[in-house]
């Protein structure tokens, strides 16, 4: 069973940043696509970018669109960052790294598109 691990959260105030990384236990995991989510207390997990192992095609939702970059290791797409520039308090939550083996970009925002889920790592913004 693979199993992805994130890396890189922490506690910063407004403005700052970070990095995250996500990494498949197997090198020879090959997602089509491998994608953040993130859930802040007392709200349902959402999506927030995505990257197809075309390394081209990158996903991102509206509210961090210019803040974020989301960037892959290698060509086998098991590797994955996600630069968080210009934190904000609004930020803060578990982000989970996910991944499928599903060729379809169609539903790249949606939960149920990944069989693959890491446990989450805490980010932290102060105002």
Not at 2 to 22: A, D, K, N
Not at 41 to 65: H, I, N
Not at 76 to 98: F, G, H, R, W
Request: hydrophobic share 35%.
């Amino acid at each position: 069973q693979v199993h992805l691990v994130e890396s890189g959260g922490g506690l910063v105030q407004f403005g700052e940043s970070l990095r995250l990384s996500c990494a498949a236990s197997e090198h020879s995991f090959e997602p089509y696509t491998m994608a953040w989510f993130r859930q802040a207390p007392g709200k349902e997990r959402e999506f927030v970018s995505a990257f197809y192992r075309d390394g081209r095609t990158v996903y991102y939702a509206e509210s961090v669109k210019g803040r974020f970059t989301i960037s892959s290791a290698d060509t086998k797409n098991s590797v994955v960052y996600l630069q968080m520039n210009i934190l904000k308090p609004e930020d803060t939550a578990v982000y989970y790294c996910a991944a499928t083996l599903a060729q379809s970009r169609q539903n790249v925002r949606e939960e149920l598109s990944y069989d693959f889920w890491g446990q989450g790592t805490q980010v932290t913004v102060s105002s």
